[in-house]
């Protein structure tokens, strides 16, 4: 069974930055290079929503909400992806979820934003 372990979540305030990162295991890093990965977030009474996510050959695509500020990246020679957070806003709140292919989810990072 893959895992994911997500970390770098924090506390920070408005306009501040963060990098989260996530490490997929028992998988490996040609399988994982062939799958899309993401990263989700869910604030509290909200659904989960897509953030940003990176396919197999580099592609990436964000929701509009956060363009210009964040980036998502991989590296497959590690089974790992980044979200790069910038010029964080308190609506930025929320736990962070990666996620990788069709269904496999960490655990969740916090990322709380001060105004």
């Known amino acids: 069974q893959v895992q994911l372990v997500e970390s770098g979540g924090g506390l920070v305030q408005a306009g501040g930055s963060l990098r989260l990162s996530c490490t997929a295991s028992?998988?490996?890093?040609?399988?994982?290079?062939?799958?899309?990965m993401a990263w989700y977030r869910q604030a509290p009474g909200n659904q989960r929503e897509l953030v940003a996510d990176?396919?197999?050959?580099?592609?990436?695509n964000y929701v509009d909400s956060v363009k210009g500020r964040f980036t998502i990246s991989r590296d497959n020679f590690r089974n790992k992806v980044y979200l790069q957070m910038n010029n964080l806003e308190p609506e930025d709140t929320a736990v962070y979820y990666c996620?990788?292919?069709?269904?496999?989810w960490g655990q969740g990072t916090q990322v709380t934003v001060s105004a």
């Open positions: 028992r998988i490996s890093s040609t399988i994982f290079s062939f799958n899309r």
């Open positions: 990176i396919t197999s050959d580099g592609s990436t």
């Open positions: 996620h990788l292919g069709d269904g496999f």
